[in-house]
């Protein structure tokens, strides 16, 4: 065994132990730690190398004592590291991991503890309680497997912004609350902090649409004014636009965004977009359409329940480490509650932690009942929501008189796939927090089997004047159950 693969033993086995420690999650160092590698090591020294800048500073920020600790426990000694940044980037390995900021961990509750207490503390003002609770960063996305790729693909084009071949433009999209909108921030924020001599612009669409409206009913008057408003977008290397389907309709908007679109990128400047569906989907010509997706085009699913209990525990931490005063625990119970009870939009997970939070100023003891109470107008509250696979399963199953072990078995008969395929369609269309991940494993396929499935039916349902009727149907019968 040479020296290189010896390093690269000695790695995985500091990544396993890592891993088995119960403040981090078991898979929660794969995303960063594949990046980073073992370049030397004599005694109780050793140098280890990451790929690139970002990566050295989140890995020795929050990791340097997990290691430091394996080290320890590997060789009964402790270690001097040094952290570098590699001359050469190597090949990274696919992350497959949920990482989560943790910071010191916070001891187990004793059994007399309440669900959630807080010590007093002096009465804080609006202002304190609204205020942001940390910037949008890479570090404090939280990853999943919902969301890898676009977060992967984000962060190479806030490295090296209009360097990378194929990422420009970058478009992401995903349903409302799923992140869009934080990793468009992370990259302004990364790009300003790394590269302080380019020009960043974050807009929203409505924040375009409403410039470019107030430009047009001005450029008769003063052609400054429109000239004023061209020359921020077309002077940037880096453009951002969140939300671009409310271009839909807009056809003035359409053409000067495109212009300054097709400027920007014709002189090598980073361009990223956002949207809540694919590009396909926005209804815009084909020409517009088209140059969207002229890049790279990535998706972000809904959170799985670990992945949402990891946002949790993450925004907990960064509340705490915001206010010096904050002195509270969220018990295990009330944050698996918050995860079951919640959709996949994660605004709305943050929003009820701050909920219970801000009432602990108030009550410094709240029952399960009570944050239950707390809590029941903080989601939604429609029927749709509370559905559940079993619900959608047993109408689909009534309808078309399928038994419920062939709804989930093997069979593949036409009078079985059928009813089952729209049934995988129906949990993801009205269950719009369960990832198809889930939906596959309650009918007993994969994840790849499920999308197959939905956009299957879906293409149907535009081309099938039956199946349109009978989904009808069946939406009317669950919603009205």
Request: charged fraction near 25%; charge should be negative; glycine fraction near 4%.
């Amino acid at each position: 065994m040479n020296t290189e693969e010896q390093f690269e033993k000695i790695w995985e086995s500091v990544c396993s132990m890592v891993s088995s420690y119960s403040e981090v999650a078991p898979s929660q160092v794969n995303a960063f730690f594949s990046r980073v590698h073992i370049q030397a090591m004599s005694g109780n020294f050793i140098a280890i190398t990451a790929e690139t800048d970002f990566i050295k500073e989140w890995v020795e920020k929050y990791y340097f004592h997990f290691i430091q600790r394996a080290l320890k426990e590997m060789f009964g000694e402790d270690f001097t590291i040094l952290f570098e940044t590699s001359a050469v980037s190597g090949t990274s390995k696919s992350a497959a991991a949920v990482p989560v900021i943790e910071k010191t961990p916070v001891p187990a509750p004793k059994e007399e503890t309440p669900l959630i207490e807080q010590t007093p503390a002096e009465e804080p003002t609006e202002e304190e309680l609204i205020r942001s609770i940390s910037p949008l960063t890479f570090e404090n996305f939280v990853i999943g497997n919902s969301n890898q790729m676009a977060y992967k693909m984000a962060l190479a084009v806030a490295e090296a912004p209009g360097k990378k071949v194929g990422l420009n433009p970058l478009f992401i999209h995903g349903r409302s609350g799923l992140g869009k909108t934080h990793l468009l921030r992370a990259i302004e924020n990364h790009v300003r902090d790394t590269y302080p001599q380019l020009k960043v612009v974050y807009v929203d669409s409505s924040e375009f649409l409403d410039e470019y409206t107030e430009a047009s009913a001005a450029h008769d008057k003063n052609k400054r004014s429109f000239n004023n408003f061209k020359k921020r977008y077309e002077e940037a290397d880096v453009l951002l636009i969140d939300d671009v389907q409310f271009f839909q309709g807009k056809k003035g908007t359409l053409d000067n965004m495109f212009q300054i679109f097709n400027k920007l990128t014709n002189k090598g400047k980073q361009v990223v977009l956002s949207a809540d569906r694919a590009p396909k989907n926005i209804d815009i010509d084909e020409r517009y359409r088209s140059r969207f997706q002229s890049g790279c085009t990535y998706d972000i699913q809904p959170p799985e329940i670990e992945t949402k209990l990891s946002i949790i525990k993450s925004y907990i931490e960064e509340y705490k480490a915001s206010d010096p005063n904050a002195n509270f625990n969220i018990s295990p119970e009330v944050q698996q509650y918050i995860v079951e009870t919640s959709s996949s939009n994660i605004r709305e997970l943050k929003g009820a932690v701050t909920v219970i939070i801000t009432s602990m100023m108030h009550n410094n003891y709240l029952t399960m009942e009570e944050i239950k109470q707390l809590l029941q107008n903080h989601f939604d509250g429609s029927n749709i929501k509370r559905l559940g696979i079993g619900d959608i399963q047993a109408a689909v199953e009534k309808f078309f008189q399928v038994s419920h072990s062939d709804l989930v078995g093997k069979k593949r008969s036409q009078n079985i796939a059928y009813p089952r395929q729209i049934c995988i369609y129906l949990c993801r269309e009205m269950l719009d927090d369960i990832p198809f991940k889930q939906i596959g494993e309650a009918f007993g396929r994969d994840h790849s089997t499920a999308v197959y499935a939905h956009n299957n039916i879906k293409e149907k349902r535009k081309e099938n004047r039956q199946t349109q009727e009978e989904i009808e149907a069946l939406q009317k019968i669950i919603t009205d159950r």
